[in-house]
């Protein structure tokens, strides 16, 4: 599968989908699904226009919307314009994405498919210095041992030397990785 920034997913997080149609109508506002439930959701003032969702994932979508609504206003406007979304609007706060299959190539490379099917190749040695933990994988034989942790969801080596998966999803679909600000006082 090729990654394809004009799919409508805005996000996914705790299996909750989020989505929003090209050229749809007034009020601005967003689509869920999560598990066998829909709804519809206002952006300016985060409210449940139609739909029914758990109480938990409600909350869970309110909260979201509530952080990212003016990212969400903007992408209303494209969409309501034909334009393509920006692709870094696509990432939710808790990213979450899963290595499903790895291949070891030559020269330190692996072929990554994640569990949205987005496939792709990485170069590991642009990522790592060969020290510490990663110096066992210089050796091209060692390389190739590499296997998917599906506990943890990423790829790792015998020594337990590991790839963080948010860094090689950004690698294979050329979306960069949010930057998080934490407010003080929170854990």
């Known amino acids: 599968m090729v990654y394809d920034r004009s799919v409508p ?12 149609n090209y050229n749809d109508h ?11 439930q829909k709804a519809m959701v206002a952006i300016e003032s985060p409210t449940l226009l139609e739909g029914e969702l758990s109480p938990r994932a409600l909350g869970l979508v309110m909260e979201w919307a509530a952080a990212h609504r003016q990212e969400l206003l903007e992408d209303w406007n494209l969409a309501r314009q034909q334009q393509p979304r920006s692709a870094s609007r696509r990432w939710s706060s808790v990213m979450l994405r899963d290595v499903v299959s790895v291949q070891p190539l030559s020269g330190h490379r692996l072929r990554l498919t994640f569990d949205d ?6 170069d590991v040695a642009q990522m790592v210095q060969f020290t510490g933990v990663f ?45 998080y600000v934490y407010a003080r006082g929170r854990t």
């Open 9 to 20: 997913e805005i996000s996914r997080f705790f299996g909750i989908v989020v989505f929003m």
């Open 26 to 36: 007034p009020p601005p506002h967003f689509h869920v699904r999560y598990a066998e």
């Open 117 to 122: 099917g987005v496939e792709g190749i990485v």
């Open 135 to 179: 110096e066992p994988l210089r050796d091209s034989a060692f390389f190739g041992q590499v296997k998917v942790n599906p506990e943890l969801g990423t790829v790792q080596w015998p020594n337990d030397a590991d790839l963080d998966t948010d860094v090689l999803y950004a690698k294979v679909t050329g979306v960069p990785i949010p930057e």
